[in-house]
């Protein structure tokens, strides 16, 4: 046998091809009775949480009565589960949430002090100082 | 060494010899299938009763008709279909499964996955061949995608849908995999029971696929074979590429070489280079330096087949062998206008690669 093969997994690029919302389930969490949650139920009894539902065709929206504040649960493909307290927010603020943790990946967000973050080599190699003619190299 | 020889006694030797290793098509007995008679392959029909869901119960379940928005299928895809595709259960409530969909899926998707390799890396060997076919269609791979779309498993069982008010239609757009008397089982946290055919991966190729895994990879392959009948071929090619060979293929980290630098001569020898390939020292940071740095090529008279570099001699040497072999395998033809090479499958198809020469041997 001249050459094994290593068995490797081919890497995810989503959107080079085709684009799957990472998110694909939202669970609303709501009480009928206590004012915490007065935003979302005005939210859900004007009709808004359902044009808003029916733009978002992809996920599923799961609306629960449940004691207690509030919040938003939102499920992501990489089987990570966020949950969102919307104790006290207006309407529009918990429309800007579903906003902001819909378009999420659901990985945890990091701090990325580089410019460019990638899954392939870089198109210009990495500068070698052997490579120069040798006059012009580096002399101790 | 002391070796034993036993005679067996005649009657036991005979009862040894008749062994049968090769595969027999046997009948799934679970299907009821009645024929006129065994060669007539047309009678054959199977007596199981099963149903398709009614459309009109598939569009109640939202994990179903989101799933059909978040892939983008088109609307000539019915719902029952994709229902149908996440249906692995034969017996629990007479729905059809996707057992005929799995099948179809996977044969188209063979079919693009080796024209793809074929056409775009015409050199490569054959063993990283088939594993850059399970690295793109591969049960782990396949897994992986399925998860990426959201699918969801069915794992409540019937007594707990029903005492948590879960409506029935829910479990239509989920992943139906698991038997309804494995539901019922106490589960153990932490403990994850085998089932039989589990038990019976394990032990023949001693690479454990879980059930779940192969649940997705089927789900996958159905949802693509279900393209296929609703909406034809041009559809699911473009799904195909768009889901599975976009993907990115990892093909450098594939290759495992034992002796790279013999191959590599063999492989000039093959190609019937006249010069003898030559590892030279291009450059080098000094031997006495605190770190020595050398840059080795590996030429073939003027021309350089490939460069590496290592911290000593004998790596840089390997190092520049085995990228010259790669450069070699991992070729990829262009068309005369500087595009992709055209597919086999493609229209207007002219062919304009090359074909590979097959692999050399040590």
């Not at chain 2, 498993?153 to 989920?174: A, C, H, I, M, T």
């Not at chain 2, 605190?290 to 840059?295: F, G, Q, S």
Request: proline share 4%; glycine share 6%.
């Amino acid at each position: 046998m001249p050459v094994k093969a290593i068995a490797k997994t081919s890497i995810a690029r989503n959107g080079i091809g085709a684009f799957v919302l990472p998110c694909h389930k939202i669970s609303v969490q709501y009480c009928n009775w206590g004012g915490s949650s007065s935003g979302l139920r005005q939210l859900l009894k004007s009709g808004k949480m359902d044009s808003i539902a029916s733009q978002k065709s992809g996920v599923v929206f799961d609306v629960v009565k449940r004691v207690g504040h509030p919040k938003l649960i939102f499920h992501y493909n990489n089987s990570q589960k966020q949950e969102v307290d919307i104790a006290n927010l207006e309407a529009s603020q918990i429309v800007e949430k579903l906003n902001e943790y819909s378009q999420r990946s659901g990985a945890p967000l990091f701090k990325f002090n580089h410019k460019v973050l990638s899954n392939n080599d870089s198109v210009r190699g990495i500068w070698s100082p052997m490579h120069a003619p040798k006059s012009h190299r580096h002399k101790i | 060494m002391l070796r034993r020889i036993v005679r067996l006694p005649r009657p036991m030797l005979r009862t040894l010899v008749p062994t049968r290793n090769y595969q027999v098509a046997r009948l799934d007995t679970s299907l009821k299938t009645n024929y006129d008679s065994l060669t007539d392959y047309g009678s054959y029909k199977n007596n199981i009763f099963t149903h398709r869901l009614p459309e009109s119960t598939a569009q109640q379940s939202p994990p179903l008709v989101a799933l059909h928005s978040r892939l983008n299928l088109p609307t000539s895809y019915s719902l029952s279909t994709l229902s149908q595709a996440l249906n692995l259960n034969k017996f629990d409530d007479g729905l059809a499964n996707n057992f005929g969909l799995n099948t179809l899926g996977k044969n188209l998707m063979s079919y693009y996955v080796a024209e793809y390799l074929l056409i775009k890396y015409p050199r490569l060997p054959m063993p990283i061949h088939n594993a850059a076919v399970d690295s793109l269609m591969g049960v782990e791979t396949l897994h992986e995608i399925g998860k990426s779309w959201g699918i969801e498993v069915d794992q409540s069982s019937k007594l707990e849908k029903y005492l948590s008010q879960e409506s029935e239609f829910l479990k239509y757009g989920k992943l139906r995999f698991v038997s309804e008397q494995r539901k019922s089982q106490v589960k153990e946290d932490g403990v994850y029971e085998l089932s039989q055919e589990e038990i019976a991966s394990l032990h023949r190729n001693k690479s454990f696929v879980a059930k779940e895994t192969e649940a997705y990879a089927s789900a996958v392959r159905s949802i693509v074979g279900g393209l296929y009948t609703h909406v034809g071929e041009d559809a699911t090619k473009a799904f195909i590429s768009d889901h599975i060979l976009s993907r990115k293929l990892p093909l450098e980290q594939m290759f495992q070489f034992s002796q790279p630098t013999r191959e590599l001569i063999r492989l000039c020898d093959k190609l019937s280079f006249t010069e003898p390939v030559e590892i030279r020292l291009i450059a080098e940071t000094g031997r006495l330096s605190a770190h020595p740095i050398y840059v080795a090529g590996a030429f073939c008279g003027v021309e350089k087949l490939g460069e590496g570099i290592g911290s000593s001699l004998a790596e840089a040497k390997t190092r520049s062998v085995v990228n010259a072999l790669l450069s070699y395998y991992l070729y990829s033809p262009i068309s005369a206008d500087g595009a992709d090479v055209k597919f086999p499958s493609d229209i207007d198809y002219k062919f304009e690669g090359i074909v590979g020469t097959g692999d050399v041997a040590i």
